[in-house]
């Protein structure tokens, strides 16, 4: 690999030995291929050790952040017309959706929200 990026790696201690295609210096390359896959493996153990125990304090750890997190005002506001005004019909999700853009929620692209995104909205 390093070969292939124009390094070339040289020993301090003998200029030769990663050049060498000995049995010594085939055992050596060996070696620390073998601790270098160790030490992946323990960063990638230790990785998931802290994001399981970040899960368990109950800390949403990945993924993308969802509305509720980023514009909380947005929920609140999805909530409040969505109730049904009395005699008339429930608004529809896209008329929620409408809604809120005419007053300024809408998504990071500037669009309205989808009618499913409302809808999650409104269960969350």
Do not use: C, W
């Amino acid at each position: 690999m390093l070969k292939e990026r124009g390094i070339d790696l040289i020993a301090a201690d003998s200029p030769s030995a990663f050049l060498d295609d000995t049995p010594t210096a085939r055992l050596i390359r060996q070696v620390l291929g073998a601790v270098s896959e160790f030490e992946k493996a323990m960063l990638v153990a230790k990785l998931r050790g802290a994001r399981e125990r970040k899960r368990r304090t109950g800390i949403k750890v990945e993924g993308r952040k969802s509305i509720a997190e980023t514009k909380p005002e947005t929920i609140i506001l999805a909530h409040k017309l969505a109730r049904k005004p009395k005699g008339k019909a429930a608004p529809s999700l896209r008329d929620i959706s409408r809604m809120l853009a005419r007053r300024g929620h809408v998504t990071s692209n500037g669009t309205p929200y989808a009618a499913t995104a409302v809808k999650l909205m409104l269960e969350g």
